[in-house]
């Protein structure tokens, strides 16, 4: 391929500024290199729109992007391209925890530090990273766990037997890892709760929708669905309305999902989804103030968790739903 073709591919795979250099309008923008788990959530999307909007040129940044599509290998590749562009910063939103010892060693070694956002590193020397700033999806589960014990208290049903189908997301994903963990803590908690099936939903709606279709034609009987993410709710919620399965309602399926985009919202407030989990998305910012500080010659903490609520029918209003930012 002719180099100009060859420039103009790299260009559109990593957003790069082109192949000519760099003017001197750009020299005084701090370079970041942001490594995307993918696409596979409106969560997600919104944390690219957040992540996008707040590394902007006008923000003082030049961001070279790339989305991994859902796949660690892509990850690291990207990571080694921004170790060879000699970019001022890598981003890395894991897809899972472990695996990257090796390739953040060489971004260290190439003196290049890197934030974490959103999912987070298992790695033997924690000073591969500066800095991470997520949620604190352990406590999301709790919440969810809390508030279902809650809801069968009011209900008279605390100490009936309760069947629980388990819808998972992406394995060895930090989310996925400790919303597990609120779970299996509440079956052991609870020996009238019982783990129907687990199903590995990837995050995904379409994946989400195939499995729950699949259990559907086995006959079992649930109560609760503990979904991981609003997109994996979703198909859920389309598999069990094409089946003729009503949720959400008296005496019916409680889903309890995570994330509360505003689609999961207006379900909820529908009366089809029993509670919406926060997760906040909008990281940007956050990742935005931590750069700013490293650029300042500051020392960032070492890890940040925001602020997160659940929501019910009970405590919806419109002005919460059309205020949501995603
Ligand atoms: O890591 C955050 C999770 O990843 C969100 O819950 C999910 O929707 C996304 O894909």
Same mark, same amino acid.
């Given at each position: 391929m002719k180099k100009a073709g060859l420039c103009l591919l790299l260009s559109l795979l %990593? %957003? %790069?500024? #082109?192949? +000519?250099g760099r003017g001197p309008e750009e020299e005084h923008l701090i370079r970041v290199g942001f490594s995307q788990v993918g696409s596979e959530s409106d969560w997600r999307i919104a944390n690219t729109a957040s992540m996008v909007a707040a590394l902007s040129e006008a923000n003082g940044y030049e961001l070279l992007f790339d989305n991994a599509k859902q796949r660690q290998e892509n990850q690291l590749l990207a990571i080694r391209n921004f170790i060879q562009q000699d970019v001022d910063y890598i981003v890395l939103a894991p897809i899972? *925890?472990? #695996?990257w010892d090796d390739v953040l060693q060489e971004a260290k070694n190439n003196h290049i530090p890197v934030i974490i956002v959103d999912r987070r590193i298992d790695v +033997?020397? *924690?000073? %591969?990273?500066t800095s991470w700033v997520g949620s604190d999806f352990l406590a999301e589960g709790r919440r969810a766990v809390r508030w279902l014990e809650a809801q069968l208290e009011a209900q008279g049903r605390a100490e009936e037997k309760l069947r629980i189908l388990h819808i998972q997301g992406t394995y060895g994903a930090t989310a996925q890892l400790q919303r597990t963990r609120a779970l299996t803590e509440a079956l052991a908690a609870h020996p009238n709760w019982e783990l129907v099936a687990q199903l590995p939903g990837e995050y995904t709606e379409a994946k989400s929708y195939e499995l729950m279709r699949e259990f559907l034609q086995s006959g079992q009987e649930i109560d609760v669905i503990y979904s991981e993410n609003d997109n994996m709710s979703f198909g859920a919620v389309r598999a069990l309305e094409e089946a003729g399965i009503p949720c959400g309602g008296e005496g019916e399926i409680m889903i309890l999902s995570f994330d509360a985009v505003r689609r999961a919202l207006e379900l909820c407030r529908d009366g089809k989804l029993s509670l919406c989990v926060e997760c906040n998305p909008l990281h940007g910012p956050r990742v935005a103030s931590l750069l700013q500080e490293l650029a300042r010659g500051g020392a960032p903490a070492k890890l940040t968790f925001v602020d997160e609520l659940a929501f019910d029918r009970a405590m919806l209003t419109d002005e919460i739903i059309r205020d949501r930012e995603y």
């Open positions: %990593l %957003l %790069l500024p #082109g192949c +000519a899972t *925890e472990s #695996g +033997a020397d *924690e000073s %591969l990273y």
